[in-house]
């Protein structure tokens, strides 16, 4: 039996939803022929043992080092200082660095991996290069463009490029070129052209057997003049989102737009209905008494109503992270409008920009000019997002799985 070991970066949960598509597509191609080991930290390794919790021995807590939160995502002043001094009770970055490397390298060397598929853990990389065993990267990153951080930190990504490169293939989780949403993230030299490939995007695809419908699909069915605002990310991220959104639907006309929100939060106590009547209710009551329903707030949405929600809305609010441009834009064909937190986010946007498949808003009042630009000029969108779904690769995880089981092959 073929062991493969799967190494997920814990910052941020795209990681581990990319894994999690591909996993499950690994074990329908080949069941019962293949043993798969996950290796995190966190709430990513706490989501491991939820989804498998009958595999716990499969499972390996690896504090992989990240970056030390601010009020709006990473701090860089912090995350520096904790290179060599601890920060908020997190030891120094260094030892946490030496630990994590000596303890995936003994889990490299108790269950002799044929290979691996590393998700952000260019550690990893740099281990199989040294045990000689095959490694797969995937990624929509490589050596970003900087926009808004400052020059000081090139040399880290040069350091990180360098050991992406350590992989024997590198998957990029997009569409190829030119419909490359995380394009301006890549720059990848020619000499790296023999191991890149592009698969496409990791998508969930529609639900097959729909249940019953919930009271927030009753109530939104038949409108399509809303925005969906999406608050993701880490829990500095979501709540410097969360801030920044309130403090948008409080200008000048965005007072009227409707909007859902999504909070990314398992919360039931956040679902609310704020009617045009400037009541609330419950989205039950809502739904039950037909409310002219101004803002309807959701911690967490079904996969089911999610992908109603995305069916039914005028244009998408995110903070530009790549899987949720692809099902977006690619998958739905909805133009985004984007207010980054990272540089990351700002490439991506400022590429669907310039194609004219979203916006770029940075502020309150930008975004609030983006709501009404999107109203305005709908059709000039449409027509460029039909010509990219048409070319969105969805297929992403199949194909990823395909070359997954070639290279155990030979």
Not at 69 to 82: F, K, Q, T
Request: one cysteine or more; a positive charge; charged letters at 25%.
């Amino acid at each position: 039996m073929k062991k493969i070991g799967g190494f997920i970066n814990p910052w941020g949960n795209g990681h581990f939803t990319r894994m999690m598509a591909l996993d499950g597509t690994i074990r329908n191609k080949a069941p019962g022929e293949l043993e798969i080991h996950y290796s995190s930290s966190g709430e990513i390794y706490q989501k491991l043992l939820r989804k498998f919790p009958a595999s716990a021995s499969n499972l390996h807590n690896i504090v992989i080092p990240t970056p030390v939160d601010g009020r709006c995502g990473p701090s860089v002043a912090l995350s520096l200082a904790n290179f060599f001094l601890p920060v908020g009770g997190r030891p120094p970055l260094v030892s946490v660095m030496k630990k994590y490397l000596v303890d995936e390298g003994r889990l490299y060397d108790s269950q002799k991996f044929d290979l691996v598929i590393n998700d952000g853990d260019v550690g990893s990389n740099v281990i199989a290069q040294k045990r000689n065993v095959k490694s797969v990267f995937v990624t929509n990153q490589f050596r970003p463009r900087l926009w808004t951080s400052r020059a000081y930190l090139y040399p880290g990504l040069v350091y990180i490029s360098k050991n992406i490169a350590k992989a024997s293939k590198i998957v990029v989780a997009d569409s190829p070129p030119p419909y490359t949403i995380c394009e301006y993230n890549l720059n990848f030299p020619d000499s790296l052209k023999d191991k890149i490939v592009y698969t496409g995007h990791f998508s969930n695809g529609r639900i097959a057997s729909p249940g019953p419908r919930s009271d927030l699909e009753g109530l939104i069915d038949g409108s399509t003049d809303f925005g969906y605002w999406m608050i993701t990310g880490n829990k500095s991220t979501n709540d410097a989102t969360a801030r920044k959104y309130e403090r948008i639907f409080r200008t000048e006309g965005m007072r009227t737009q409707r909007r859902i929100v999504s909070h990314a939060k398992n919360d039931p106590a956040i679902d609310r209905v704020i009617g045009r009547d400037g009541r609330r209710y419950t989205i039950p009551e809502a739904f039950e008494k037909q409310i002219d329903w101004l803002q309807i707030d959701v911690g967490f949405l079904s996969e089911q109503e999610k992908e109603t929600v995305l069916d039914h809305c005028k244009y998408a609010v995110i903070n530009g992270s790549h899987t949720a441009m692809g099902e977006i834009i690619g998958g739905k064909a909805k133009p985004i409008i984007g207010i980054p937190v990272y540089d990351e986010h700002t490439n991506q946007i400022r590429w669907a920009e310039e194609r004219n498949l979203g916006v770029l808003a940075k502020t309150a009042k930008q975004t609030a000019g983006a709501v009404s630009r999107i109203h305005k000029d709908y059709n000039k969108y449409q027509e460029s997002l039909a010509e990219f779904a048409r070319n969105y690769e969805r297929n992403g995880t199949k194909k990823t799985a395909a070359l997954i089981l070639e290279m155990l092959e030979n």
